[in-house]
């Protein structure tokens, strides 16, 4: 191959002034005071970058505000946790925050390969140590260095390193630990606090294999739920907030609170369950509702119960015996807390809580509405386009014993479901009291003695049926006697009257 003179030439140019270069560059590194190496190791800088084709790009633990951990810095680092456990020599272990497993992540100073559309990069964790001389404690400041050829800045730095960004924050949402936050008037002191809810660890086994419901609703249920959890675009394209309202409704223990535990675990959500009667007015709902995160469900139990929110209850309607006879305690309970706290949360306020302009920010919420009794709740509040799903849950089908019996018993089939089976077409029982029927009271308890107790409850349950029907029949047959007998009085007084007027 025949090289140009030119070509040589330039050459041996180049050479010489990076040899010339670094001669120089050793001197005052010999030589030099500290000050003046700092001045020209910037220009150093400078020229080797012109001949070093790398581009690299820092991602620090904390960046700007430094009390908080960066969000950019804990994505990579998920995101690296599962991408370099495959390839790095070098993995450090952690316990995970449910102290469930060790999580696996890149030791410091190890440098792993990561490969892009046919592009690969090179990603190294490293730290600095904090000044010696400092007067405070200092804590190491770690990052991640991102090393890729200047060709693919474009590619590196618009795709690549969102898809990073994006798959860290799955992979920690996937990994989180979820939540089951409170508000309540303990949180007097929210003034101090950064946030006005409490919080636990959320742990709650329900889930939608072990809801007694029949398969068919629960399966729509299912895809009810991830239907909205996976249309992020859709939402964004119909001009519409990312959330949906579920109105959960039936007797006590049908299931309503385990319902929104398994929509929980099945989305993994956060919950925040809302106590309507501890929130002081309209403006601390609505800053309840900020604080709010993305992928939760707010959850506000036996909506009946906040007095002014159900327009009807005002108006001293007429209540059936029975009825009364329902008012739960647990109404009667948020009845006086209600009036010990004095809240002020009204109807509207809580319509601009479902669906007002704040009610849009963070996306991605469920809100659930529980009631012992649908027909109470106000029209407005309860109307498609707010409580987008209504579902209803009730007493216990033999499909859902099923469910059950599997579930407590291990038993898919036994020569006793028949007569369940005939008990359940003739009686109301809820799935809270077929489920305490079922457990084991000892612990000689079989299976078969399990199905008897519920058998025993069933049979109570129809006797009790029958003692009251026939206990309604005959005050209907009292009150229509009486009123017979009234009228007949009426009737008589009716015909005496023109003789007296008579005379
Ligand atoms: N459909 C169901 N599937 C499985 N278990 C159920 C079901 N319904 C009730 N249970 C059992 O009964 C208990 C009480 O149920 P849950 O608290 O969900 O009822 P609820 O409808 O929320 O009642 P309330 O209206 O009084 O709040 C649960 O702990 C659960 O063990
Ligand atoms: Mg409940």
């Given at each position: 191959m025949i090289v140009p003179q030119t070509m040589i030439e330039m050459w041996a140019t180049m050479g010489s002034t990076i040899a010339s270069f670094m001669f120089i560059w050793a001197i005052i590194h010999q030589y030099c005071p500290y000050e003046v190496r700092l001045y020209f190791g910037k220009y150093t800088q400078r020229i080797m970058s012109f001949f070093y084709p790398y581009i690299k790009i820092s991602i620090h633990e904390y960046a700007g505000d430094r009390l908080k951990r960066s969000e950019a810095y804990a994505a990579v680092e998920a995101y690296l946790s599962i991408n370099s456990s495959k390839c790095a020599k070098r993995l450090k272990a952690e316990m995970a925050k449910d102290c469930s497993n060790l999580v696996l992540s890149m030791d410091e100073y190890e440098r792993v390969k990561d490969e892009f559309q046919g592009i690969q990069v090179w990603w190294v964790s490293s730290k600095v140590m904090p000044p010696l001389q400092s007067m405070y404690p200092q804590q190491e400041r770690r990052y991640y260095r991102l090393t890729f050829h200047k060709r693919y800045r474009g590619v590196i730095s618009e795709v690549y390193l969102k898809h990073v960004i994006q798959q860290g924050k799955e992979i920690r949402v996937r990994n989180r630990q979820r939540k089951l936050y409170t508000n309540g008037s303990g949180n007097k002191w929210h003034i101090y606090k950064q946030t006005m809810w409490n919080h636990i660890v959320f742990e709650h086994p329900a889930t939608f294999e072990t809801l007694a419901m029949e398969h068919a609703k629960k399966q729509e249920i299912i895809e009810d739920l991830v239907t909205f959890s996976k249309s992020k675009d859709f939402y964004a394209r119909i001009g519409k907030a990312w959330k949906r309202g579920y109105l959960l409704y039936g007797p006590p223990g049908t299931g309503k609170s385990t319902m929104i535990a398994a929509m929980a675990n099945l989305?993994?959500?956060?919950?925040?369950?809302?106590?309507?009667?501890?929130?002081?007015?309209?403006?601390?709902?609505?800053?309840?509702?900020?604080?709010?995160?993305?992928?939760?469900?707010?959850?506000?139990?036996?909506i009946d119960c906040s007095l002014e929110l159900t327009g009807q209850r005002d108006k001293k309607e007429e209540k059936s015996p029975d009825e009364d006879k329902e008012k739960s305690e647990?109404?009667?309970?948020?009845?006086?807390?209600?009036?010990?706290?004095?809240?002020?949360?009204?109807?509207?306020?809580?319509?601009?809580?479902?669906?007002?302009?704040?009610?849009?920010?963070?996306?991605?919420?469920?809100?659930?509405?529980?009631?012992?009794?649908?027909?109470?709740?106000?029209?407005?509040?309860?109307?498609?386009?707010?409580?987008?799903?209504?579902?209803?849950?009730?007493?216990?089908?033999?499909?859902?014993?099923?469910?059950?019996?599997?579930?407590?018993?291990?038993?898919?089939?036994?020569?006793?479901?028949?007569?369940?089976?005939?008990?359940?077409?003739?009686?109301?029982?809820?799935?809270?009291?077929?489920?305490?029927?079922?457990?084991?009271?000892?612990?000689?308890?079989?299976?078969?003695?399990?199905?008897?107790?519920?058998?025993?409850?069933?049979?109570?349950?129809?006797?009790?049926?029958?003692?009251?029907?026939?206990?309604?029949?005959d005050a209907s047959k009292q009150n229509a006697q009486t009123a017979t007998k009234a009228a007949e009085g009426r009737a008589k007084e009716d015909a005496a009257q023109p003789q007296e007027n008579s005379h």
């Open positions: 989305l993994n959500y956060d919950v925040y369950d809302l106590e309507l009667t501890a929130v002081k007015d309209n403006t601390e709902l609505r800053k309840l509702l900020i604080e709010t995160t993305s992928k939760s469900i707010i959850v506000i139990e036996d647990k109404e009667t309970r948020k009845e006086h807390h209600k009036e010990e706290t004095g809240s002020k949360v009204t109807l509207s306020g809580l319509l601009n809580f479902i669906d007002g302009i704040w009610s849009a920010s963070g996306g991605e919420r469920l809100i659930v509405f529980t009631t012992n009794y649908v027909e109470k709740l106000d029209p407005a509040l309860i109307r498609r386009g707010r409580m987008d799903k209504h579902i209803e849950l009730s007493y216990c089908s033999f499909e859902a014993f099923k469910v059950l019996s599997r579930n407590y018993l291990r038993l898919d089939a036994h020569p006793l479901f028949d007569k369940i089976e005939s008990l359940m077409k003739e009686t109301k029982i809820t799935p809270a009291d077929v489920a305490e029927s079922l457990m084991p009271k000892s612990p000689l308890d079989d299976a078969e003695k399990c199905l008897s107790h519920l058998i025993q409850a069933l049979e109570e349950a129809k006797e009790a049926e029958e003692v009251t029907e026939k206990a309604d029949k």
